[in-house]
């Protein structure tokens, strides 16, 4: 059984930060872990993901603000966000790719940026 529980969303000022974490409970060998977020009316893009080996790889328009990171201990995933801004708002998704190659997807949290 897999299981990803985000948390950490919410609602923030412009200019403000978030961290969002994502806690994998998962008997699989985990290779990339990922962020992606989708807007009203908009396809799903990607965020931010890393490695198992922690390489990193961000979207341009987070680049600089955002900053993901990953504790293999824990099977767990964070996206520390800064310098926020309205058109980051979107629902926030965790995605986790085991070494066989299947996806797996959180549930999702809400990040709302207000002007």
């Known amino acids: 059984q897999v299981q990803l529980v985000e948390s950490g969303g919410g609602l923030v000022q412009a200019g403000g930060s978030l961290r969002l974490s994502c806690a994998a409970s998962?008997?699989?060998?985990?290779?990339?872990m990922g962020w992606y977020r989708q807007a009203p009316g908009k396809q799903r893009e990607l965020v931010a993901s890393?490695?198992?080996?922690?390489?990193?790889r961000y979207a341009d328009s987070v680049k600089g603000r955002f900053t993901i990171s990953r504790d293999n201990a824990k099977n767990t995933v964070y996206l520390q966000m800064s310098s926020l801004k309205p058109e980051d708002t979107a629902v926030y998704y965790c995605?986790?790719?085991?070494?066989?190659?299947?996806?797996?997807w959180g549930q999702g949290t809400q990040v709302t940026v207000s002007s």
């Open positions: 998962i008997t699989f060998s985990i290779n990339a």
């Open positions: 890393i490695s198992r080996g922690g390489r990193t």
């Open positions: 995605k986790t790719t085991i070494l066989g190659g299947a996806d797996f």
